[in-house]
Nanobody, 116 residues
């Protein structure tokens, strides 16, 4: 079965950096685009970044463009989100996502808190 396991979240000061990882299994990872979403308390889940199946194309939410970088290592079945210059408004639960054969799958999420 499809499994997505996120890691790398934590507490960081404004201006700091974190690198999130998402380890995938149960499907042919290199065949599918991957995405990162986030959900802050009281807000809807929003798309943060996406990357094509071989990593040639990526897209970002306007609020993170220039600060976040999505990448993937198909040999390791892992997708990453490098987050730099973090802001308090980046505080949220971050989720990895994939759509396989019409079904959307989510990980359990990793908490990112940006606070001084």
């Amino acid at each position: 079965q499809v499994q997505l396991v996120e890691s790398g979240g934590g507490l960081v000061q404004p201006g700091g950096s974190l690198r999130l990882s998402c380890a995938a299994s149960g499907f042919t990872f290199s065949n599918y685009a991957m995405s990162w979403y986030r959900q802050a308390p009281g807000k809807e889940r929003e798309l943060v970044a996406g990357i094509s199946h071989i990593g040639a194309i990526s897209n970002y939410a306007g609020s993170v463009k220039g600060r976040f970088t999505i990448s993937r290592a198909n040999a390791k079945n892992t997708v990453y989100l490098q987050m730099n210059n973090l802001k308090p408004e980046d505080t949220a639960l971050y989720y990895c996502n994939v759509r396989v054969k019409g079904t959307r799958y989510w990980g359990q999420g990793t908490q990112v808190t940006v606070s001084s």
